[in-house]
Nanobody, 126 residues
Framework: QERLVESGGGLVQPGGSLRLSCTAE???????IGWFRQAPGKEREGVAC????????YYEDSVKGRVTISRDNAKNTIYLQINSLKPEDTALYYC????????????????????WGQGTQVTVSS
């Protein structure tokens, strides 16, 4: 069973940057990978997703221009670079696997993903 592990979260001041990483004990190159986040009292929301085939990406509208998702299949790692962090970015960030046949415009639906990590906390505060 794929077990995903996120890392790279932390406490950062507004305007700062973080790079989150997602890796696993099994190869992830077959899957599209999504990053989600969940703030206290809010629903889990999709942040970004990257294809397994051609590197194409989707982003949630509110993070476009500040967030970049990328993957390094040689390192079996998917990254989420977040710049110009805002207090509203504070959340637990998760990565998850998406079967390639489901990659598309509905990428933001959590129920389509089959394996999840435990999350890494991002806190943006001065």
């Amino acid at each position: 069973q794929e077990r995903l592990v996120e890392s790279g979260g932390g406490l950062v001041q507004p305007g700062g940057s973080l790079r989150l990483s997602c890796t696993a004990e099994v190869y992830l190159d077959y899957y599209a990978i999504g990053w989600f986040r969940q703030a206290p009292g809010k629903e889990r929301e999709g942040v970004a997703c990257i294809s397994s085939k051609d590197g194409s990406t989707y982003y949630e509208d509110s993070v476009k221009g500040r967030v970049t998702i990328s993957r390094d299949n040689a390192k079996n790692t998917i990254y989420l670079q977040i710049n110009s962090l805002k207090p509203e970015d504070t959340a637990l960030y998760y990565c998850a696997t998406l079967p390639p046949r489901l990659y598309g415009k509905t990428w933001y639906i959590p129920g389509l993903y089959d394996h999840w990590g435990q999350g890494t906390q991002v806190t943006v505060s001065s």
